[in-house]
C-alpha cells in the first residue's frame, strides 16, 4: 500500500510538472548609457554582444534598443506584444533611435539587422 501511494503521488506531482504551460526566456541584459547601471556593459550597444544574461519566468522575448553614438540596451520584453522580429524607428540619421524585438533564448545579441516590417530600417 505504501509503494502504491508513493508511486501515486510521484506520478502526480509528473503530472503537475507536465501541465505547466508558463514560459520562460533568456536574454542579454545590458547598457551602456548609465555607468552606475548594475547591467552596464560598455559593449552594449555593439553588434555580436555576448555578455550578462537575464532569465524570466513571464515573458518570451527579447528586446534590442540602439540609441545615438553607438549605445544601447538590451533586455527582457516584459510585455509580450511584439511579434518576433518586430521592429520600430524614430528620429532621423543624426538623432535615430531603434527597438527590435525578437523571440526565444539570446535572440538580442545583434543590432537589430533582422528587422522585417516597412516601419524599420537595420541599424548597422
Known amino acids: ?9 510521484c506520478s502526480g506531482f509528473l503530472l503537475l510538472l507536465l501541465l505547466h504551460t508558463g514560459s520562460c526566456v533568456i536574454c542579454y541584459d545590458c547598457e551602456n548609457i548609465d ?7 560598455p559593449g552594449c550597444g555593439g553588434a555580436y554582444f555576448d555578455g550578462q544574461t537575464k ?23 516584459g510585455t509580450s506584444d511584439y ?6 524607428n524614430y ?12 523571440k526565444g533564448d539570446l ?3 545583434d543590432r537589430c539587422q533582422y528587422c522585417i516590417n516597412n ?3 537595420t541599424l548597422l
Open 119 to 121: 516601419n524599420a530600417t
Open 107 to 109: 535572440c538580442n545579441n
Open 83 to 88: 511579434e518576433d522580429h518586430f521592429c520600430e
Open 1 to 9: 500500500v505504501l509503494k502504491m501511494r508513493t508511486v501515486m503521488l
Open 91 to 102: 528620429g532621423d540619421d543624426y538623432n535615430f533611435i531603434g527597438y527590435c524585438y525578437c
Open 35 to 41: 555607468m552606475l547601471a548594475p547591467n552596464f556593459d
Open 55 to 77: 532569465e524570466d519566468i513571464d515573458a518570451d522575448g527579447c528586446f534590442t534598443a540602439i540609441y545615438p553614438q553607438g549605445f544601447g540596451m538590451r533586455s527582457v520584453d
